[in-house]
């Protein structure tokens, strides 16, 4: 592993204290079965051997990269002469390839309590350590993960930097909202775990105030290989449209949250954290088409526990589509959201034109955490293509959902499965589906209560 990915490195001599509160629901999850962590370790050990194969890989890619003039570095956005291609020069090289097809992935918010924080301490093996293994939580799923190329997540608590203490969500703040923050070796494991692609505009992004924010970028600036927007480091910095490049597609992805606990700290400049507004948004979505074939844009709106679209989430969500926006990846509501396809209200169509289709998910619930109801924590993995065709044009097609479940019990610990794999015999021993006569049945009645199947092939 190459030393600039060796998250213990700098730690290991030095382990900090933690934080510890109250878990809300069970047990403190300390302990982890026996079958997930060995799997995990597994796991770890095929990632570590990815990353070597994929370091060389990337330095190849740099070079070819560099050879047609086209900036790829994760994260940094290349002006638009750079990836600018006339609609015949992709047509040509559409028809001369055939269709080209990108795929990704995507899970809602990453929610670390306490509870889900001390599972990882436990996974990396002595607890009260300092150190971590995350990689536990997303077990389940690392077989979409692996297979798609795009991979999504929602840094939901942030990582502001260890020597501040840990918290799970202690009420520190003046409104009694939780407090997050997050050990950095989360970040180091959802980039190694294979996420490529996430947001840090959320309502907890100001937890740990305008220093926490600025420390959080700086631990996402040591992996590059991440995709981050919501949070910026400067001016000049907001001003960056995070642009990439997947099998000869070009991507812009932006981020914005509808607010934050406790509001703006005193002093905070409007660069720091992208809000939803109009303006902003309009200006900006304009540059990434400018920049990129396809435009993808999270928000964190709605309400918490809350299944239907919400009013901003309706209003938002047609205001992307009117700007052509490609896909929408909306989260906040710890629960499950509709997933629609809303047409551009705003264009004006030649006769016969058919109007521009933005795929909306309204949320796609949590891919870990310690939320109280049995709705919490039910969730899945969006899965969609992107799709050149021989016209050189871009679309979202084959949307697709598999159900998730995330599963704890008093001494086994946080992790996520696959309704598939999520026996009767498992459910039986979580704290929160343990009591219920039909668990798999619920949990499945309730996805398809949500999921609209006529919209998204759901993988029961």
Same mark, same amino acid.
């Given at each position: ?26 047990? +403190? ?56 291609? &006339? ?17 990704? &992935? ?25 150190? !971590? ?33 840990? &918290? ?53 600036? @040591? ?12 001016? @000049? ?18 981020? !914005? ?6 509001? +703006? ?13 109009? %303006? ?16 993808? +844009? ?29 896909? +929408? ?10 997933? @629609? ?20 998910? =309204? ?25 050149? %065709? ?5 679309? #979202? ?7 998730? #479940? ?10 996520? =499965? ?11 021993? &979580? ?30």
């Amino acid at each position: 592993m190459p030393e600039s990915h060796d998250k213990h490195a700098k730690r290991k001599a030095t382990p900090r204290a933690r934080h510890t509160s109250t878990p809300r629901v069970g047990g +403190v999850g300390s302990a982890v079965e026996p079958e997930a962590l060995e799997a995990a370790r597994t796991q770890r050990a095929r990632i570590q051997g990815r990353r070597k194969i994929a370091g060389v890989a990337v330095a190849l890619a740099c070079v070819a990269v560099l050879a047609i003039g086209i900036a790829l570095a994760l994260g940094q956005a290349p002006d638009s002469a750079s990836v600018s291609q &006339s609609a015949s020069t992709k047509a040509e090289a559409a028809a001369a390839t055939g269709p080209t097809t990108v795929s990704l &992935s995507a899970v809602g918010d990453n929610l670390i309590h306490t509870p889900v924080m001390q599972t990882a301490d436990a996974a990396e093996g002595t607890m009260d350590d300092g150190l !971590y293994d995350f990689t536990v939580l997303y077990q389940g799923i690392a077989p979409i993960i692996e297979s798609h190329d795009i991979n999504f997540i929602n840094i939901e608590t942030p990582m502001a930097g260890d020597e501040k203490g840990f &918290s799970g969500g202690e009420v520190r703040s003046v409104s009694n909202a939780p407090v997050f923050n997050t050990p950095s070796d989360n970040a180091a494991d959802i980039a190694a775990f294979g996420f490529n692609l996430a947001t840090t505009a959320t309502n907890h992004t100001y937890d740990m105030g305008l220093e926490g924010v600025l420390a959080m970028n700086e631990i996402w600036a @040591e992996h590059p290989e991440v995709v981050v927007a919501g949070t910026y480091s400067s001016a @000049e910095d907001r001003e960056n449209i995070r642009v990439f490049e997947k099998n000869g597609i070009t991507f812009a992805f932006l981020a !914005y949250t509808t607010a934050v606990n406790d509001g +703006v700290p005193d002093g905070a400049p409007d660069w720091a954290v992208a809000f939803v507004e109009d %303006d902003v948004i309009t200006s900006e979505v304009q540059r990434a088409h400018e920049l990129a074939d396809c435009v993808i +844009v999270a928000v964190s709106w709605g309400g918490e526990d809350y299944t239907d679209i919400a009013i901003d989430q309706r209003k938002y969500g047609q205001f992307l589509a009117n700007l052509d926006v490609d896909l +929408v990846l909306g989260f906040h509501s710890h629960t499950l959201g509709p997933i @629609e396809w809303v047409e551009n209200r705003a264009a004006q169509l030649a006769p016969g034109e058919a109007p521009h289709r933005t795929l909306v998910t =309204y949320s796609l619930g949590d891919i870990t955490g310690n939320m109280p109801k049995a709705q919490n924590n039910v969730t899945g993995v969006f899965t969609c293509d992107f799709v050149r %065709d021989e016209t050189g044009g871009v679309s #979202v097609a084959n949307p697709g959902w598999t159900p998730c #479940v995330i599963h704890f019990s008093g001494g086994g610990g946080y992790t996520v =499965y696959q309704l598939k794999d999520y026996t009767p015999e498992l459910a039986a021993t &979580s704290d929160i589906f343990g009591g219920m006569e039909d668990p798999i049945g619920w949990i499945k009645d309730f996805t398809l209560q949500v999921i609209d199947p006529q919209v998204v092939q759901v993988s029961l």
